[in-house]
Structure formats: structure tokens, C-alpha cells
């Protein structure tokens, strides 16, 4: 459906570092051909891991790791893979990464790995990577393979820490929270509202809004739901690009 | 087609590759992913007794968490007769460690009740000691799990003194609440486990359940079926460890003997 933008640079004699082609590569899945929502890939995760922002920057910089490498490994190994079985290689270069990733998370912050529990694994399944492999690392250079799987694992990062950012503060009223700088942004500290106004000073808790009761809606899987609905609607009304699209 | 031999080569090399790689990051990482689901188990544990420690388990280092379950915690594997299993018992039914803290309640619990181990952790403090014992059972969606502090006295025979509780699968917000909300856990401190004839009753968690002041907590409004779980998973589980807590009160206090005799 939208994926062609890219594939039509045409590749240049001696490729500068960082020409016109290499800045769009890395632009262009943040705005106009994002992941999730132009292509409308990798919608599980997104819903699934963003009830808090901390889970959803490990989960992100795991994606843009697993998406950047796989698509590095698999140009640098395009002409050697046999074509009957292309797929199958490129799940194995994907699922190494994420078992990487998983080891690593496992020894250095285990809450955030026992935190986003499955969801690791399935990065293997996250069509957004697949998808990048089939579609651009098959048949691109090493570098621009690479600079097109960072774009695009920072395109599908952006639109879940908004979208995480909007559930934490409506669902819990906090911040970054299981990470070391906690913070408690709206709402009552404890769970009973006190149902008056007042501001951070005077309560000498540091939050404000203390009326304000969690939102329960925002912490399930719904919520995100509506949220990337939203994002793509108030994106599309802004991007005049995309309007022919669908 | 390409030639059939080359693919094989290919494959052959670029999975022995990977698994080499794979291997040896599984290795070097190992100990430190070890240490640190020790030091989560340990946590859940004194999770139990937070209300006796100085600052919550949450904001505990690592090393506090190491040092204070050194210093004061004690742990002893039971069968369900309330004898100490040794290690190496414990070892052979596929704990690796051997230790209470090893033991993975979802591999107890699919076995059969009379064949179960129970992982006993004795937390120390100025004033006496308290029984965590560990639970297991149904809520809503998957499975919910919990370590219970017990108080063993002569006058209500078991009281509870803390609990903590965590989920696979529970509602965010609703369920999940057993977990993410400590008002809930505070509700089971000071319920008793026995009715004043010596009859074991547990902690009942039921609609309205607050007003059995002695023995009921209310439900999470809109988890009930979790909630209900979690009374159920209470009254089973507690009821593995009667056996060792008769055998303990027994041992301490001479006159509570025949009582509990009786009562086996």
C-alpha cells in the first residue's frame, strides 16, 4: 500500500555517508511512511506495551536494535542467501537478535524483561522488521539497509512512547515509573482522591490535580487502540501526503 | 534452481554460526541472569513482611535485599506431612538449587496434593519471628501467586501479618489490583486463620467480607472473580503448612498440645 517511497532512490556511483537519500531514509518512517500508522504494522506490541513509558523506551530501543542489525546482516549476506529459502534465513539472522536482546535484558534489568515477558520474543513476529528485510535489505547496500531499519524501529519507538506517554499519565498519573526517576505527575498519592484542587506546593507531595482519579480505560489494551486511532487521524488531517493514500 | 548442495552448505553454516554465537552469550550472561531472579524471588518474599522492615522492598538496593534476607530469613523445604525435605530431595524434583527459594510453585502445583513441597521462609526480628509461606492459584485469566506472613501465637493460633501477591495475567486496573495496590494487601494484616473454637477458616475474601472483622476482606470492586481467587488460593494453600504449624505450636507451647492433637 504505501511502502514504494523509499524504493524509488535511485542509488548513486559512490554513496556519500550522509547524502539526501541517507537523511530520508532515516526521515521518512517517522512521518510519512510510519510503521504503525501508514503501514499499520506492528499493532500487538504497540497495544500491548504501553500502559507504562519506561517498558515501552526498552521496548523500542530493542526494535530499532533487532530491525537495524537484521537489515545490516541481511544486505551484507543478500547475494549470498539462496532464494528458495530467503524467509527462513531471514528469521534466523531476526530471531538471533532478539534472543541477544533477551539474554542481555535478562542479565541487566531483569524487572523490564520480566515487564515486557513475552513480548520480547514476539519481535520476532513484529512484521515491521520482516517487512523491511523482504522489502529493502534484499536488495540495498549494507549502510542504507542499516539507516532504513534505525529509521524505521525510531518511527514504530515514536508512536508507542506517545502513545505510552498519553496512557501512564491518564491510567496511573505517574512517569517513568519502575524506572530510577519514578515520578508522580497527577492525581492523589494515595488512591482516595482528595477532590480538591490544589497544586503541588500547597499539597508538598509534588503532584498536581489531586482530584483527579485514575482513568481505567487508559490501562487496557483499548485504550491504545483509540489513541493510534487518533494519531493517525489528527496525522493524516496535517499531512496532506498521506490523504490519497487510502 | 540453485544448486540443492549449496543450500544445505548455507544453512548448515550460517545455524552453526548462530548457535555458537548464541551458546556463548547464554554463558556469559548466565550468572548474572541467575543472581538476578534470586534477588527477584527474594524480594516477593520480604515483599510479605514489608510492613516490619524499614523502607518498602521497592526502594531496596540489591545488596540490602541480599544482606537483610541473609541476616534475618531462614528457609526450610516442607512435604506436605510438615517434615524438612533435604536439598538433595528437593534437587531431584527439579528445583535446581534445591533451596525454598529455588522451588517453582507452577511446577508444584500441577503435581498431585500429597506429593507437593513447601517452600517455608522464617523471617527474624527483635520481637520473634514470622512464618511467609508461599500460595498458589486461580485468578481470572491465568494463574496468581502470593507469600503470606503468619504469625504463630498461643492466643489465635495463626494470624496473618502481611501479604503480598502477584499475577501472570490479571485486568490492569481491575485484577491486577492484588498486586498494584497496596491497600489491598494491607487489608490481610491482622486476619486470623482460626475461628475461636481452633477451627481453621482462613482469610475469606468475599462481597461485604469486611465486616467479619476477624476473618473476611472486601473484594476489588470489579475483579471479583480474581478476588475470589485469591480467598480460595489462601484457604488451600495455608491449609498445606497446617500440619508443621501444629507440629511447631506443639514444640513451644506445652499446653496447646492436646488441643491440637485433638484437632489432627
Known amino acids: 500500500m504505501a511502502e514504494t517511497t523509499i524504493q524509488g532512490t535511485e542509488v548513486k556511483k559512490a554513496d556519500p555517508l550522509f547524502g539526501k537519500a541517507e537523511r530520508k531514509l532515516l526521515a521518512d518512517p517517522l512521518n510519512d511512511n510510519n510503521p504503525i500508522t501508514v503501514q499499520v504494522l506492528g499493532i500487538c506490541s504497540a497495544l500491548a506495551v504501553t500502559t507504562l513509558v519506561y517498558p515501552s523506551v526498552v521496548m523500542s530501543v530493542a526494535v530499532v536494535f533487532v530491525c537495524a542489525f537484521a537489515n545490516l546482516f541481511t544486505s551484507l549476506l543478500r547475494n549470498s542467501i539462496p532464494k528458495q529459502i530467503r524467509m527462513i534465513v531471514q528469521l534466523v539472522i531476526i530471531a538471533t537478535l532478539v534472543t541477544v536482546v533477551e539474554l542481555v535484558l535478562k542479565a541487566f534489568n531483569y524487572t523490564v524483561y520480566k515487564q515486557l515477558s513475552v513480548f520480547i520474543g514476539l519481535i520476532i513476529t513484529n512484521c515491521i522488521v520482516m517487512g523491511r528485510l523482504e522489502a529493502f535489505a534484499m536488495a540495498n547496500k549494507p549502510w542504507r539497509s542499516f539507516l532504513d531499519g534505525i529509521g524505521n524501529g525510531l518511527g514504530y519507538g515514536a508512536i508507542l512512547i506517545v502513545v505510552a506517554l498519553i496512557r501512564e499519565i491518564f491510567g496511573k498519573g505517574t512517569l517513568f515509573a519502575g524506572s530510577p526517576i519514578e515520578m508522580k505527575l497527577i492525581g492523589a498519592n494515595n488512591e482516595s482522591a482528595s477532590y480538591l484542587i490544589n497544586t503541588a506546593a500547597e499539597s508538598g507531595i509534588g503532584t498536581w490535580f489531586s482530584w483527579y482519579a485514575n482513568n481505567n480505560l487508559m490501562v487496557l489494551p483499548a485504550a491504545a487502540m483509540f489513541i493510534i486511532g487518533i494519531l493517525i487521524w489528527i496525522q493524516r488531517s496535517w499531512n496532506p501526503k498521506l490523504v490519497d493514500i487510502s | ?264
Open chain 2, 1 to 264: 534452481m540453485e544448486n540443492t548442495r549449496y543450500i544445505i552448505i548455507f544453512t548448515l553454516v550460517m545455524t552453526s554460526a548462530v548457535a555458537l554465537m548464541l551458546a556463548g552469550l547464554f554463558y556469559a550472561t548466565e550468572t548474572k541472569a541467575k543472581q538476578n531472579e534470586a534477588i527477584f524471588n527474594k524480594r516477593a518474599v520480604l515483599k510479605a513482611v514489608e510492613t516490619y522492615l524499614d523502607k518498602s522492598v521497592d526502594d531496596m538496593g540489591d545488596d540490602e535485599v541480599l544482606s537483610l534476607f541473609e541476616k534475618q530469613v531462614q528457609q526450610k523445604v516442607l512435604n506436605m506431612n510438615g517434615e524438612e525435605v533435604d536439598a538433595a530431595a528437593v534437587e531431584a524434583a527439579g528445583h535446581k538449587g534445591g533451596m525454598a527459594e529455588n522451588i517453582d510453585m507452577a511446577k508444584e502445583k500441577k503435581k498431585p496434593e500429597a506429593d507437593r513441597l513447601l517452600p517455608l521462609f522464617t523471617f527474624n526480628y527483635e520481637n520473634g519471628s514470622i512464618q511467609i509461606v508461599s500460595v498458589r492459584g486461580n485468578g481470572l485469566w491465568d494463574e496468581i501467586w502470593g507469600n503470606i506472613a503468619i504469625e504463630l501465637n498461643s492466643k489465635t493460633k495463626g494470624t496473618v501479618v502481611g501479604a503480598a501477591f502477584d499475577h501472570k495475567a490479571e485486568t490492569p486496573g481491575l485484577g491486577a489490583e492484588i498486586k498494584d495496590n497496596p491497600s489491598f494487601r494491607a487489608k490481610f494484616k491482622n486476619k486470623r486463620l482460626y475461628n475461636d473454637d481452633g477451627e481453621y477458616v482462613s482469610v475469606k475474601v468475599e462481597k461485604g467480607g469486611a465486616k467479619d472483622e476477624a476473618h473476611g476482606v472486601d473484594v476489588i470492586s470489579g475483579a471479583t472473580v480474581t478476588s475470589v481467587g485469591v480467598g480460595e488460593m489462601l484457604y488451600r494453600g495455608i491449609k498445606y503448612y497446617e500440619p508443621y504449624f501444629n507440629q511447631e505450636m506443639g514444640a513451644s507451647k506445652g499446653d496447646m498440645q492436646g488441643m491440637l492433637i485433638k484437632e489432627n
